[in-house]
T-cell receptor
Framework: DAKTTQPPSMDCAEGRAANLPCNHSTISGNEYVYWYRQIHSQGPQYIIHGLKNNETNEMASLIITEDRKSSTLILPHATLRDTAVYYCIVRAGTGANSKLTFGKGITLSVRP | EAGVVQSPRYKIIEKKQPVAFWCNPISGHNTLYWYRQNLGQGPELLIRYENEEAVDDSQLPKDRFSAERLKGVDSTLKIQPAELGDSAVYLC?????????????FGSGTQLSVL
């Protein structure tokens, strides 16, 4: 599975959009981009995933560049409860050798 | 619907003692994972089960760690004997692994402190 690069931390104001970047320049055509987040003292929580097209659900939007070498997770109206570590993961399907490999993630701090 | 349940939530033991963690996955989920998370790091996969079969245990330190998933439901992860470096959060996750989509659901973890 391709590696991802995320800045170590960022912050945003409550009520504003939080745009979390992720670089995955070596991504292959069959690899999906997944986002999970981990709030303090809890296990990671699935947010969203995508292959080529932009995706949106009740939690967030995922914007993947046309060349698929980077993506952005957007939390449209960040709240204090969105303060967490966000993991961007690239994964090739669910084949026998496919696994979810976590990096250090990006720590998002939402300030009042 | 109940999520992934892990127990105990916290465990403090002395080195060289044995310890066991228990996980009850979401009903109907065929795949179960054990991850270890050190402070300030992302979770690292220890073992993956498909039903009762351990299909990926390449990262499990087999000299002291063991795991089982009897009847393809609950799972237990054991360390014997524990070492100081085993202090970490042990996370269990489950999923319904079908096709290309797989969403993992994690428990809250067991925080292990080895003194």
């Amino acid at each position: 599975d391709a590696k991802t690069t995320q800045p170590p931390s960022m912050d945003c104001a409550e009520g504003r959009a939080a745009n979390l970047p992720c670089n995955h320049s070596t991504i292959s055509g069959n690899e999906y981009v997944y986002w999970y987040r981990q709030i303090h003292s809890q296990g990671p929580q699935y947010i969203i995933h995508g292959l080529k097209n932009n995706e949106t659900n009740e939690m967030a939007s995922l914007i993947i560049t046309e060349d698929r070498k980077s993506s952005t997770l957007i939390l449209p109206h960040a709240t204090l409860r969105d303060t967490a570590v966000y993991y961007c993961i690239v994964r090739a399907g669910t084949g026998a050798n496919s696994k979810l490999t976590f990096g250090k993630g990006i720590t998002l701090s939402v300030r009042p | 619907e109940a999520g992934v349940v892990q127990s105990p939530r916290y465990k403090i033991i002395e080195k060289k003692q044995p310890v066991a963690f228990w996980c009850n996955p979401i009903s109907g989920h065929n795949t179960l994972y054990w991850y270890r998370q050190n402070l300030g790091q992302g979770p690292e996969l220890l073992i993956r089960y498909e039903n009762e079969e351990a299909v990926d245990d390449s990262q499990l330190p087999k000299d002291r760690f063991s795991a089982e998933r009897l009847k393809g439901v609950d799972s237990t992860l054991k360390i014997q004997p524990a070492e100081l470096g085993d202090s970490a959060v042990y996370l269990c996750a489950s999923s319904l692994r079908l096709g290309y989509d797989e969403k993992l659901f994690f428990g809250s973890g067991t925080q292990l402190s080895v003194l």
